[in-house]
């Protein structure tokens, strides 16, 4: 079974400029979470999809960061403007489950974004 | 307040010692679930157990082993016999039946000496 693919693996911008992250999810998942995980700290959940509906997007900040997942199979997460303090490594997830986030969650390999 | 405490930040042993990692966490729910993952340096975060918060058997798989005690909120995970593939970040999380966030913890990095 393929597992969470994620691209680009890397990416290197200068601030205020634009960027964005792709996410193809096992196959069959229903739910797909982005995670912004800064190094040396644990990852922190940015939004979370349930099919092509987003579930929780409390932690996305808004006024920069926007998710779509328009068929409900594969994601795009953007940046825009970028700023210095999101340099980080950006984590997509997916579960089978359509009811609640207790599911175990597979990772991709993520991308790491460096804004310079 | 953390949802979940790893106080180990760093953690080394030489190859072939026994090592635990702690972790601590917090919850008002009755059902919940805990987990760990394994982090190598490539950065893919690997699944290792789900644990559910009615199941305090202990459970060992190979060389590792988790200690679920609900008494002291706590879920260590042991390696036994540890090996220089096993150096990476480990990370426990927790999962409650009434939100939808998956609550991590900061990790704890070991690495294995050979």
């Known amino acids: 079974e393929a597992g969470v693919a994620q691209s680009p693996r890397y990416k290197i911008i200068e601030k205020r400029q634009s960027v964005a992250f792709w996410c193809n999810p096992i196959s069959g998942h229903a739910t797909l979470y982005w995670y912004q995980q800064i190094l040396g700290q644990g990852p922190k959940l940015l939004i979370q999809f349930q099919n092509n509906g987003v579930v929780d997007d409390s932690q996305l900040p808004k006024d920069r960061f926007s998710a779509e997942r328009l068929k409900g199979v594969d994601s795009t997460l953007k940046i825009q403007p970028a700023k210095l303090e999101d340099s980080a490594v950006y984590l997509c997830?997916?579960?089978?489950?359509?009811?609640?986030?207790?599911?175990?969650?597979?990772f991709g390999p993520g991308t790491r974004l460096t804004v310079l | 307040a953390q949802k979940v405490t790893q106080a180990q930040t760093e953690i080394s042993v030489v190859e072939k010692e026994d090592v635990t990692l702690d972790c601590v966490y917090e919850?008002?729910?009755?059902?919940?679930?805990l987990f760990w993952y394994k982090q190598p340096p490539s950065g893919e975060l690997v699944f290792l157990i789900r644990r559910n918060s009615f199941d305090e058997q202990n459970e060992i798989s190979g060389r590792y082993s988790w200690n679920f005690q609900k008494s002291t909120s706590s879920f260590n995970f042991t390696i036994t016999a540890s090996q220089v593939v096993d150096s990476a970040v480990y990370f426990c999380a927790l999962s409650e039946e009434s939100g939808n966030q998956f609550y991590f913890g900061t990790g704890t990095s070991l690495t294995v000496i050979p």
């Open positions: 919850t008002r729910d009755t059902t919940y679930y």
């Open positions: 997830a997916s579960s089978t489950s359509v009811a609640s986030s207790t599911d175990t969650q597979y």
